[in-house]
């Protein structure tokens, strides 16, 4: 059964910073890119695909948003990706979620809360 687990959220001022993990297991995770999505709680906003990393974790991809201040890696041995976030603005609030496509499917963590906020 494929899980996946996100931790690493919490509350933090504008320019702070937080390190989000997602342990997966159930699969290879070695041999699947993941991702990082996440659920802005504004009203009218819908998700937001934030970062990708291939499975070699040598190719990261940053949507135009977090570009810079965002940091994807993986730990191939841990089966752990994570997220560094830097310069936080309130924007970044939302709930973030862990992804990987196995099988034509989509699987997804429960989500960690990120708000920023002074």
């Known amino acids: 059964e494929v899980q996946l687990v996100e931790s690493g959220g919490g509350m933090v001022q504008p320019g702070g910073s937080l390190r989000l993990s997602c342990a997966a297991s159930?699969?290879?995770?070695?041999?699947?890119?993941m991702s990082w999505v996440r659920h802005p709680q504004a009203p009218g906003k819908g998700p937001e695909w934030v970062?990708?990393?291939?499975?070699?974790?040598?190719?990261?991809y940053y949507a135009d948003s977090v570009k810079g201040r965002f940091t994807i890696s993986r730990d191939n041995a841990k089966n752990t990706v994570v997220l560094q976030m830097n310069s936080l603005k309130p924007e970044d609030t939302a709930v973030y979620y862990c992804?990987?496509?196995?099988?034509?499917?989509?699987?997804w963590g429960q989500g960690t809360q990120v708000t920023v906020s002074s």
């Open positions: 970062s990708a990393i291939n499975t070699g974790g040598d190719s990261l």
């Open positions: 159930g699969f290879t995770f070695s041999g699947y890119d």
């Open positions: 992804n990987v496509r196995y099988f034509h499917e989509s699987y």
